[in-house]
Structure formats: structure tokens, C-alpha cells
């Protein structure tokens, strides 16, 4: 798509939430390296962009020319609505892997886990997708926002990341909070344990029911709220963890989540530090982390940003959000890989497991206009 048709407002990153939104253009600086972002926060400038899954990687910031804030969640502009950069025609490319070899590493997995201190690991499985005519990454975003609940949608560009992601644009649909920090005040909303939807409201009704009562969704949920209560206890003067988690839905999943409140020691710590220090939470790495992280190194191809982070900063405050429900849209606009995880405890059911990432991925699927 002609990047001179698209409108003036076009941005090159955005983050779509009910109560408020931030849409950016044009680069005044980028990082690759998430202490010289720190550094441009504590000198005066925004931040925008992304955190890599692995913490090794190089993240993707930019210091963006103009920022565009909103009350409420964004409303897509009328060219990605019903004006010529409506259409998208895409097509299923691979399934990386195929639904019985996810089924083979989630087993291997619990066997794993039976043997070793791996208690929790996220394992995740991919589509690539093709576009023809080439696709504008804003067009998706739209769709998202428009598809979503609670119209959640962000793009991200990560290019500074280096040179294998010039013009590529990570698009999503997050419903997770990683981190959220106003003044002295920082919040979480983590997700684990989840359920697919059914059309039928009884049916729906029944399913969030039981997921409320999963053992097996209780206890992989546990592990992530320890987690932040274990990295946010040392550096707030007062922290509010609920004992049970509650019940939360998008479109397409019910989720088990935990709204975490607390009060920071230390005002001046910024938001990207917090994100820093609380990723990657057990909602899609694991626990022990370093034994996750390597598992799922050897399992799956490189996660890139998926299941990374991505957000704002300004000041000390700033919002970031867990990368999931997303894809990664090269920068020509041809084609796109989309992930969807599951965690996986040792009561886990292999096949279950396949299911739920398949109910995750109608997320960025209906927006392309595909199905698995």
C-alpha cells in the first residue's frame, strides 16, 4: 500500500485503552538499548515502543516529533473504515508448528516439569500469513481496535531494534497490563488461566464458571501473582494483592486476573524501569524464569517481540502492556507471523492446550479475515 495515501494522522506507534490513548509520528531519536531510553526519560523526553520476549535482545524505542493524547480508547480513521485502505486480502502461508507437533512439546513439557524444578512454562505456537496486495499494519490495528471488547489495539514500530526489523510494525490487541505507573501509584493487571468462549450464554456462563474453579488455572495463575508480588514488595511501601483472582473476558477468551495496586517507595522510578524489573512474568514465560526462558528457547523459533512489551513512558509515569494477541508485519507489508500461547502446568492436557492457542489466535485472525 502507497504509504502517500495514507492520512496525515497516520501514526507510527499507537496504544489503544478505554481510559486513554497515545498515538505518535515521526523520530527524533531511537534506542536499542532500554538504559539509553531511561536516560532520554530522566533528560525530559516520551518513549515509545517495545521490549524484546528475551531479555538479552535488543528492545525498540524511539523519542517520537508529535504526540496525539485521547480521553478515551482511538477511533480509527474513516480511510481504514470504508476508505481505500479498508481492504485486506490475506492468505494462511504455515502453521509453525502444526497443531500435533504443539501437542509433542506441550507433553514434553509436563514430563519435563515432572522431572526437573520447572514448575510453569508458556509455550507458544505461530501462522505466517501473506498479504497481496501489500498491507498497511494500520489497517490491522484498526480491525482490532473495532474487533476488541474493550477496543485494545496497538503498532508499534521496530526498526531500531536493528537491521533485521527496519519497517517491520508489531500490530496487537493486548487485554494484559504488564505495568502501569501514575506518580506514586503503579498497577498490574496479569492474566493466566484461560477458557475459550462459547457462542451460547449459558454455555459462556458455565465455562467462566469453571475456569473460577480450575485448580489446574488457579495454581498457573498463582505463580504469575507471585511473581509481581515478589519484584513490586521490595520497592513499594504498600502493596494490594487480592487472594483470588477474578473474572475477565475478551471477545474470544474468558481469563483469570488479579488487579495489583500499590504505592512506590521511590516516586521517581519510571515506568520503563518497572517494566524492566517485572518482565517477563510467568503469563508468558514461566517459573523458575532462566529454566522457562531456556526451555522455550530450545522449543520454539525466535519470539522477536512477541510476548514482549510494549508501551509508553513519559516522565516517570507510562503504561506498558504484554505483547500478546499480536503480529509482527514486515515492512514491504507481504507477510506476518501471529503467535498465541498457553501456559502449561503439570496437569496440563496436551491437547487442551492446542485448543486454547487456537482460541487466542481468532484474535488477529478475524481482524485478517482468516480462520485456522
Not at 45 to 55: D, K, P, Q, S, T
Not at 316 to 323: K, L, S, T, Y
Request: glycine content about 8%; aromatic content about 4%.
Amino acid at each position: 500500500m502507497c504509504a502517500s495515501s495514507r492520512p496525515a494522522s497516520a501514526p507510527d506507534f499507537l496504544l489503544s485503552r478505554a481510559h486513554g490513548s497515545i498515538r505518535t509520528q515521526g523520530v527524533k531519536e531511537q534506542f536499542n538499548n532500554i538504559d539509553d531510553a531511561i536516560a532520554a526519560l530522566r533528560r525530559g523526553e516520551m518513549v515509545v515502543g517495545a521490549l524484546a520476549f528475551r531479555r538479552d535482545h535488543a528492545c525498540a524505542f524511539t523519542v517520537p516529533q508529535s504526540i496525539i493524547r485521547e480521553d478515551g480508547p482511538l477511533e480509527p480513521h474513516g480511510y481504514y473504515r470504508q476508505g481505500p485502505g479498508a481492504q485486506l486480502h490475506a492468505s494462511l502461508d504455515a502453521l509453525v508448528p502444526d497443531e500435533a507437533e504443539h501437542a509433542h512439546r506441550v507433553a514434553a513439557a509436563i514430563e519435563t516439569m515432572r522431572n526437573t524444578v520447572l514448575r510453569k512454562v508458556v509455550l507458544a505456537r505461530a501462522v505466517d500469513v501473506r498479504f497481496d496486495p501489500p498491507v498497511d499494519p494500520r489497517l490491522i490495528a484498526a480491525r482490532l481496535i473495532d474487533l476488541s471488547l474493550h477496543r485494545d489495539g496497538f503498532i508499534v514500530d521496530l526498526s531500531p531494534a536493528g537491521e533485521d526489523f527496519v519497517g517491520n510494525m508489531l500490530v496487537g490487541s493486548s487485554p494484559e497490563v504488564l505495568i502501569k505507573k501514575q506518580g506514586s501509584t503503579v498497577s498490574a493487571y496479569p492474566l493466566a488461566g484461560s477458557a475459550p468462549r462459547a457462542v451460547d450464554p449459558i454455555e459462556d456462563k458455565k465455562r467462566g464458571e469453571a475456569l473460577l474453579r480450575s485448580a489446574k488455572d488457579l495454581d498457573e495463575h498463582r505463580f504469575v501473582v507471585e511473581h509481581l508480588r515478589r519484584k513490586l514488595s521490595p520497592l513499594c511501601s504498600h502493596l494490594d494483592i487480592p487472594d483470588t483472582p477474578e473474572l475477565t473476558c475478551t471477545n474470544e477468551m474468558w481469563h483469570l486476573a488479579t488487579p495489583v495496586l500499590g504505592t512506590l517507595k521511590d516516586a521517581q522510578m519510571t515506568a520503563l524501569e518497572l517494566a524492566r524489573i517485572v518482565h517477563p512474568t510467568p503469563a508468558i514465560c514461566g517459573t523458575p524464569t532462566d529454566d522457562a526462558e531456556e526451555l522455550i528457547s530450545f522449543a520454539e523459533a525466535d519470539r522477536r517481540f512477541y510476548a514482549g512489551a510494549v508501551g509508553w513512558a513519559e516522565g516517570v509515569d507510562g503504561e506498558f502492556m504484554v505483547a500478546i494477541r499480536c503480529a509482527e508485519v514486515s515492512g514491504d507489508g507481504t507477510h506476518a507471523r501471529a503467535w498465541a500461547g498457553g501456559g502449561i502446568v503439570e496437569a496440563s492436557d496436551a491437547q487442551a492446550e492446542v485448543a486454547e492457542t487456537s482460541a487466542k489466535l481468532r484474535t488477529i485472525m478475524k481482524a485478517l479475515g482468516l480462520r485456522l
